[in-house]
T-cell receptor, first 112, second 113 residues
């Protein structure tokens, strides 16, 4: 079946540090890949997505590239801020209208 | 920007009681979902709904659960007889036909006591 594996957290960084959160997946076919962010006490917000191999999703300084050869979709940001502190979820979907399969989530804490 | 609206934001109920969680998806979306997140754990798929019927459901979605779209705008999740382990955050989501994007509501925190 489909699954998503994320690096375990929490990840604690100082402001302006470089961020990488690893995500790998197992899926049949060619899934679409997503990063969602959950700020404290809030719901899930789509951060970025990529729908085919070698696509790069980007938003708010975050980037992730769909790597089919390594089945990965790692999240990166060059310089994190305290306001980026949240839980980040990697997810996949096999087709339009199909369910999302989530990773376990990675807590990011950014200290000033 | 269009939103998925969920009510209530927090519900406390006694074990064995029925609860109905309500969602108003984005108006031109055709696919609807319920997910849940037990505190500190991953987000789990419960059920998807398309064309007025369930298109997929998980093992969690047993006979105690049901979904309905009673009036063309609301999308409800009913838990017939709640258990302590049903305590979780429940998220509604919707997506547009032919597009890879899911919009989530802000969730209902259900506490079963």
């Amino acid at each position: 079946g489909n699954s998503v594996t994320q690096m375990e957290g929490p990840v604690t960084l100082s402001e302006e540090a470089f961020l990488t959160i690893n995500c790998t997946y197992t899926a049949t076919g060619y899934p679409s890949l997503f990063w969602y962010v959950q700020y404290p006490g809030e719901g899930l917000q789509l951060l970025l997505k990529a729908t085919k191999a070698d696509d790069k999703g980007s938003n708010k300084g975050f980037e992730a590239t769909y790597r089919k050869e390594t089945t990965s979709f790692h999240l990166e940001k060059g310089s994190v801020q305290v306001s980026d502190s949240a839980v980040y979820f990697c997810a996949l979907s096999n087709s339009y209208g199909n369910k999302l399969v989530f990773g376990a989530g990675t807590i990011l804490r950014v200290k000033s | 920007e269009p939103e998925v609206t969920q009510t209530p934001s927090h519900q406390v109920t006694q074990m064995g009681q029925e609860v109905i969680l309500r969602c108003v998806p984005i108006s031109n979306h055709l696919y609807f979902y319920w997910y849940r997140q037990i505190l500190g754990q991953k987000v789990e798929f419960l059920v998807s709904f398309y064309n007025n019927e369930i298109s997929e459901k998980s093992e969690i979605f047993d006979d105690q659960f049901s979904v309905e779209r009673p009036d063309g705008s609301n999308f409800t999740l009913k838990i017939r007889s709640t258990k302590l382990e049903d305590s979780a955050m429940y998220f509604c989501a919707s997506s547009e036909r032919g597009k890879h994007g899911y919009t989530f509501g802000s969730g209902t925190r259900l506490t079963v006591v």
